[in-house]
């Protein structure tokens, strides 16, 4: 709220300052009429435009964030200028150009910290620098800041003195600490600045209070020059803030309430045309080589030389003539003034109403005032997911993206509430809708295909993922999610090579968050199977046993023991019985430590069969099966959909080998312990 309220006193009214200076009289209104009038049409169209294509606003907001560091750099030489021509200085050519160029460094290394990385702001453009070659640049320039300020400053101080020139080098100094200092804070935390935060920020607040300071001596002497004996301060500033009210307020309000527009949206399109308006008008009004601007500023005496006469200051010759026109009456300029603060207040009103996240009522007041607002209803949005309103939280963002459907975050959010209310449909359709503006994004590419695959549409699923993996090919979980769906499929070969390229990912991103914990691991198991059912047997034995060193590095004896299992499958498939029985047996030691009773008991099935394909004796193998249908029906975790199959097809096998059996059933049944540990411990000569 605090900062907000300087906004109105300082950032606003310093807008309406130039407003005031060029259009305040037919002279000056002429003189710059480039920028009153042609430029000015142009940015108004922009504005329309920016309105009409949302896809317009991230580069005309991105060129604001970069100008203002320069526009404030700008000012800040200005001053530095003026004062040291005030002090008496005779700053040559090659000082003045030593200050110019330390101040171009300052600015320059500000906005290669802004191009440094990827911006997390979806309306700042970045170039996305690597902080590996920013870093020496910024540290160049930090250096020729300090060694070009000392090569400017150095002979003035030697031929004024430090006390003479104190004023130019406190503007020195503020550049520094606008600047420099905040970059190298930033190298030492390897903390990146907020663009928006920093240049529209505290430092705005900054820049404006200084150029408020200056724009009101200006316009004192300039009345007192014309012999405008009226000419007041306080009506000055109230004016300034009337007019930054109009400016950045008005606009917004209107087209939200009119024309049901996202209010937060046409804000911000409005505060980065004024200010680009604005540092191309005061980059022309503000010209010390101008004899006006030179006289007013720098010198000192209470005629300034060169001033322009009252009757051309003013060319409405008569007192009279003004009072004609209704648009210049002083009631209506009171009245307007008056209107324009009321509705100041009611902004802030509306602000602090819709600041207060944790009070649901005062956002629903603040919504009340203006509905067309997307970020106030998520704000609503949060609030009411906190109180448990899950239900009206998925209502709110769903009006949010109404407003704004171009916010891919609000998009995203309404999508994220809508699963956690279970209302998967929707969050579905949804990302549907989501895709047809943001065809791109790969978070809802990725989403959309887990919703299909689970409502029960594969072939969108797989399409989906497929466009994630064009979006960006290093991304492991489209990789992953296709993998299975191809697995599903029986198509081995396609999922083979989305295995190989979620283990490439895998493999050079040791400890990211996106692979979880084991994932690597079943990944190199399911890519060894696919290989084996393809024909590459020497690939898939490679890849079982890769599959067993990352188990027992993960200490996993869960994953180890299936990846033994598969193998010794594989090993048997291709006439090794004896490795085979090796795998099989290092398999079930690994199960009991596990303590997984479902893949435990079906080893024991598998380990059985692979005894009776290998005429090992008929109690042995059916010792195993027993052992697997105990395992079955007492697992907690059982499965009646999946393990149901599994324990039916057990009891046939095991009837089948009672029958074998015959007399030598009971026999067998009594003495299962000492068959299992035989039929564990048999070698692999017996194969």
């Known amino acids: 709220m605090g900062f907000y309220l300087l906004a109105v006193i300082f950032n606003y009214p310093h807008f309406m300052a130039t407003i005031y200076r060029a259009y305040h009289t037919r002279e000056n209104f002429e003189k710059y009429k480039i920028f009153t009038l042609h430029i000015t049409l142009l940015l108004v169209v922009t504005c329309v435009l920016l309105h009409a294509s949302y ?20 000012q800040n030489f200005g001053l530095l200028m003026m004062f040291a021509r005030r002090s008496g200085a005779t700053v040559t050519q090659g000082e003045r150009r030593w200050m110019h160029a330390a101040f171009w460094a300052s600015y320059l290394m500000l906005l290669v910290s802004f191009e440094t990385g990827v911006s997390s702001d979806p309306l700042i453009l970045s170039l996305g620098l690597s902080a590996k070659f920013t870093l020496p640049a910024r540290l160049v320039l930090g250096a020729a800041f300090a060694i070009f300020t000392a090569a400017a400053f150095g002979p003035l101080i030697r031929r004024m003195g430090t006390r003479a020139i104190a004023a130019p080098l406190t503007l ?38 200084q150029y408020i300071w200056i724009t009101s001596y200006f316009q004192q002497r300039e009345a007192r020059a014309a012999g405008q004996s009226r000419w007041r301060m306080p009506i000055y500033f109230l004016t300034l803030v009337a007019g930054g009210i109009a400016l950045f307020i008005s606009g917004p309000w209107l087209v939200s309430r009119i024309l049901h527009y996202d209010f937060t949206t046409s804000f911000l399109i409005f505060t980065a045309v004024v200010n680009i308006h604005h540092f191309i008008l005061d980059g022309a009004l503000w010209k010390l080589r101008d004899s006006r601007v030179s006289s007013l500023l720098i010198d000192r005496s209470a005629k300034a030389p ?4 009252s009757a ?66 998520a704000r609503i949005a949060m609030a009411e997911s906190r109180a448990g309103r899950k239900g009206d939280a998925v209502q709110s963002l769903t009006r949010a993206v109404a407003i704004n459907p171009h916010n891919a975050g609000l998009q995203h959010a309404c999508a994220r509430a809508m699963l956690e209310d279970g209302r998967y449909t929707d969050a579905y359709a949804h990302y549907a809708r989501m895709l047809a503006i943001f065809p791109h994004d790969l978070d809802a590419l990725v989403n959309f295909g887990v919703l299909a695959a689970r409502l029960g549409h594969p072939d969108d699923a797989i399409d989906s993922w497929e466009k994630a993996v064009d979006v960006d090919p290093g991304q492991p979980n ?52 696919d290989e084996s059912l393809t024909n590459h047997a020497d690939a898939a034995l490679a890849g079982y046993l890769s599959a067993i060193a990352l188990a027992q590095r993960a200490g996993d004896a869960k994953l180890e023991g299936l990846a033994s299992v598969h193998l010794a499958d594989l090993q048997e498939k291709r ?5 085979a029985a090796i795998s099989y047996q290092r398999a079930l030691e690994l199960d009991g430590k596990a303590r997984d009773a479902h893949s435990e008991g079906l080893d024991w099935f598998n ?14 193998a059916y010792a195993c099966v027993l052992r697997a ?34 007399r030598k059933t009971a026999m067998a049944q009594k003495n299962v312990p000492a068959l299992l540990a035989r039929a564990t411990t048999l070698p692999p000569a017996s194969f």
């Open 306 to 309: 060169g001033a322009v006469p």
């Open 312 to 377: 051309t200051l003013n060319p409405a010759a008569g007192a009279r003539a003004t009072r004609r026109k209704f648009l210049t009456a002083p009631a209506f300029g009171i009245a307007t003034i008056a209107l324009l603060l009321v509705w100041g207040f009611m902004d802030q009103i509306h602000f602090a109403l819709g600041a207060d996240d944790e009070n649901l009522s005062s956002l629903e007041r603040a919504a009340s005032m203006d509905p067309y607002d997307s970020m106030l209803q």
């Open 55 to 74: 896809r317009l606003l991230p580069w005309i907001f991105t060129l604001y964030i970069c100008w203002s560091p320069w526009h404030y750099t700008g």
């Open 478 to 529: 489209p990789h992953l999610y296709l993998a299975e769906a191809f697995e599903q499929r029986g198509e081995h070969a396609a999922a083979a090579h989305h295995w190989e390229q979620f283990l490439r990912f895998a493999a050079t991103h040791q400890g990211n968050a996106a692979i979880a914990k084991g994932q690597e691991i079943s990944a190199t198991i399911q890519l060894a199977d």
């Open 575 to 579: 006439g090794d019985a004896k490795a």
């Open 172 to 209: 020195a100094l503020t550049q520094f600490l606008w600047f420099v200092l905040p970059t190298l804070l930033e190298l030492r935390a390897n903390y990146q600045i907020p663009q928006t935060r920093y240049s529209s920020g505290i430092l705005a607040v900054l820049h404006s209070a």
């Open 629 to 662: 249908e105990a395992l079955l029906a007492g697992s907690e975790s059982f499965d009646l959909e999946n393990s149901g199959g599994d324990l039916t097809t057990v009891k046939g096998i095991r009837r089948e080998m009672e029958v074998r059996l015959g």
């Open 607 to 620: 380990y059985g069969q692979f005894l009776r394909r290998h005429g090992q004796p008929d109690d042995l």
